[in-house]
């Protein structure tokens, strides 16, 4: 399993804006210059602080780019208003508008592009940062069964994939169109599949 890191408070309190600082740095350079290119100089220089900052917080580049990925997203929290089905549309259209952006988009690919090489790395993203996308999607999915808008039977796994997986494919490989219309599309989809009014059939 991977370590993410998690630095002891030794002397005066942390600066979160020079946290902050350095992590936005981090992102910028990840989509831009890839992991294998990117260095700590790098970032130190466009954070505007010295190395030793950056080593005392983040002992390796690698636990710096998993703090990076650590951050909450506003994709990754559910809305609380609504019906399930509302929420997964919000949730989705968040995502689109989220993998659209600069510097996602750069990130997603060089993430990619490390993750046969890193396993390190390749255990950090599934448990930080693709986690968190997951976790928020089966806790919305599990409501919709207990709710009873679902089918009993739903693989929630499955499930998640089948709603997350075509944005993440047009992002990365197919270079397919994405706007937030593709979320509300995917859920009519799959609750054609899925609803519970399946069962009754």
């Known amino acids: 399993m991977s370590r993410v890191a ?7 309190p942390r600066d979160p804006d020079l946290d902050d600082a350095i992590l936005d740095a981090t992102i910028a350079l990840l989509a831009k210059e890839g992991l294998a290119r990117m260095s700590i100089e790098q ?17 390796s580049k690698v636990e710096l780019v ?9 994709e990754h929290v559910a809305s609380r208003d609504g019906t ?8 989705l259209e968040e995502l689109c508008r989220s993998v659209r952006k600069e510097p996602a988009k750069g ?25 968190k996308r997951r976790d928020t ?26 709603l997350v997986g ?6 990365l490989l197919t270079g397919g169109r994405i706007n937030p219309s ?3 599309t995917l859920v009519d989809a799959f609750y054609e599949g899925w609803s519970a009014r399946v069962d009754a059939r």
């Open 6 to 12: 998690s630095p002891k408070s030794i002397g005066r």
């Open 43 to 59: 970032v130190a220089a466009l954070a505007g602080v010295g190395k030793p900052t950056i080593y005392r917080r983040w002992p």
């Open 66 to 74: 998993i703090a990076a990925l650590s951050r909450p997203r506003a």
């Open 84 to 91: 399930v089905r509302e929420r997964l549309t919000h949730l």
């Open 107 to 131: 990130v997603l690919a060089a993430l990619v592009a490390e993750i046969p090489r890193d396993p390190e790395l390749a255990s950090a993203v599934r448990e930080v940062f693709l986690a």
């Open 137 to 162: 999607a089966f806790a919305l999915l599990r409501e919709g069964v207990a709710a009873g808008e679902l089918r009993a039977d739903l693989d929630l796994e499955l499930a998640s994939d089948a």
């Open 166 to 171: 075509p944005i993440m494919l047009r992002a």
């Open 182 to 184: 593709l979320g509300a």
